[in-house]
């Protein structure tokens, strides 16, 4: 079955540093997200991305983060310049047109120094 | 502004009991409730979708509007189905790319 992946698992860098996370929407899927989950609390929406622009983003997705889909096949997460509290498990997810589900990566673990 | 309230951070329950994991949602139009599930370090999975109607690992979850709800339940539960699981709502309604709102989670322990 085809499956999201996301690398890499973890990444730690230092406060002020950019951040690229990256993913690998199922192939063919049309919508891509990005969520985050802070270590204990409830996974959040960040943003939602269709036909090469963003759809929908919540008030967490200040101008420190962008996204882009550079190719076919990748969509990544940037963020600028990163801060403690941006420590998170980062998760992907993409879905087909129509009514589907969204499918879920395996995530990214942030960790910021 | 849409909410979704698992009241239970942790429930525990004995092996061929019946499991209730509770969902409560705040919607002001017509939601779409997911329920994912995720086993010991691995990917969130969707388990079920309300407008799916089906059962899925014994599973069943009915949309009650009037209760705005959309509880889990398995009459009897198994080991493999120690989980954290997780009830969303997703605004989309025939079009456009809907974020997920999600609840903060149930961690269910089935003992032996």
């Known amino acids: 079955e085809p499956e999201v992946t996301q690398t890499p698992s973890h990444q730690v860098t230092q406060m002020g540093q950019e951040v690229i996370l990256r993913c690998v929407p199922i192939?063919?899927?049309?919508?891509f997200y990005w969520y985050r989950q802070i270590l204990g609390q409830k996974v959040e929406f960040l943003v939602s991305?269709?036909?090469?622009?963003?759809?929908?983003k919540s008030e967490i997705f200040d101008d420190q983060f962008s996204v882009e889909r550079p190719d076919g096949s990748n969509f990544t997460l940037k963020i600028r310049s990163t801060k403690l509290e941006d420590s998170a498990m980062y998760f992907c997810?993409?879905?087909?047109?129509?009514?589907?589900?969204?499918?879920f990566g395996d995530g990214t673990r942030l960790s910021i120094l | 502004a849409q909410r979704v309230t698992q009241p239970e951070k942790l429930l525990s329950v004995f092996k061929g009991a019946p499991v209730e994991l509770k969902c409560n949602y705040s919607?002001?139009?017509?939601?779409?409730l997911f329920w994912y599930v995720q086993y010991s370090r691995q990917r969130l999975q969707l388990l079920l979708r309300?407008?799916s109607r089906e059962s899925i690992k014994g599973f069943t979850a009915d949309l009650n509007k009037g209760e705005t709800s959309f509880h889990l339940k398995k009459p009897f539960a198994q080991e493999e189905d120690s989980a954290m699981y997780y009830c969303?709502?997703?605004?989309?309604?025939?079009?456009?790319?809907?974020?997920?709102?999600f609840g903060k989670g149930t961690h269910l322990i089935i003992q032996p």
């Open positions: 997810a993409s879905r087909d047109f129509g009514n589907q589900p969204q499918h």
């Open positions: 969303a709502l997703s605004g989309y309604s025939g079009g456009g790319a809907d974020g997920l709102t």
């Open positions: 991305f269709y036909n090469n622009e963003i759809s929908e």
């Open positions: 192939s063919n899927h049309l919508y």
């Open positions: 919607y002001s139009g017509s939601p779409e």
């Open positions: 309300h407008i």
